[in-house]
């Protein structure tokens, strides 16, 4: 059984950072890329990083781009996002996922940032 477990969620101030961990288990091949969503109250789940664990390539979108890094852990299963100079805008649920196919979803930590 597949899962996907996010950690390290929390309450930050503006302009500080914190790092989340997503831990993937029961993967039966290898695990070619991770990415790390959000989604904020009343709005739609947003794509905000990708790694590719064979290359190491990564790409970001530009909400987080300058702030925001996923890396990987010493094996595949494990992936990182740190997250520095952070806003009141990213407070959100954020998401681990394996894009798949098929496609594979943590089940969300939430970051609040606020004074």
């Known amino acids: 059984q597949v899962q996907l477990v996010e950690s390290g969620g929390g309450l930050v101030q503006p302009g500080g950072s914190l790092t989340l961990s997503c831990a993937a288990s029961?993967?039966?091949?290898?695990?070619?890329?991770m990415a790390w969503y959000r989604q904020a109250p009343g709005q739609e789940r947003e794509w905000i990083a990708v790694?590719?664990?064979?290359?190491?390539?990564?790409n970001y979108a530009d909400s987080v781009k300058g702030r925001f890094t996923i890396s990987r852990g010493h094996t595949e299963n494990t992936v990182y996002l740190q997250m520095n100079s952070l806003k009141l805008e990213d407070t959100a649920v954020y998401y681990c996922?394996?894009?798949?196919?098929?496609?594979?979803w943590g089940q969300g930590t939430q970051v609040t940032v606020s004074s």
């Open positions: 996922n394996y894009p798949g196919p098929p496609n594979y």
């Open positions: 029961g993967f039966t091949s290898r695990i070619y890329a």
């Open positions: 790694i590719n664990n064979w290359s190491g390539g990564t």
